[in-house]
């Protein structure tokens, strides 16, 4: 029973991993927005890397939506 836990484990601990990810982009792109409102960087250069970093946290979201039906349909499967 503890082995067929497993993969719920591991998705879930993954899942936590990308939701920590996710919140070190957006305080990434926080800190870069902060540093636009202030002048100390020009719009061109922090576009592409706004860009960039929304591009890799939609990755990591659709992989987290993935993760989260992953274990509902471990959890869910029919009895065998």
């Known amino acids: ?21 996710i ?3 957006d305080t990434q792109i926080s800190k870069m927005m902060d540093l636009y409102a202030l002048g100390t960087i020009d719009l061109d250069v922090i ?5 960039s970093l929304n591009s890799t946290k939609t990755t990591l979201q659709k992989a987290k939506y993935y993760l ?3 274990i509902q349909l471990i959890l869910y499967q029919p009895m065998k």
């Open 47 to 51: 576009s592409d890397k706004v860009a």
């Open 1 to 21: 029973e503890v082995r067929e836990n497993r993969p719920v484990t591991d998705a879930t601990e993954k899942i936590k991993a990308i939701t920590s990810e």
């Open 23 to 25: 919140a070190k982009i």
């Open 68 to 70: 989260s039906l992953l």
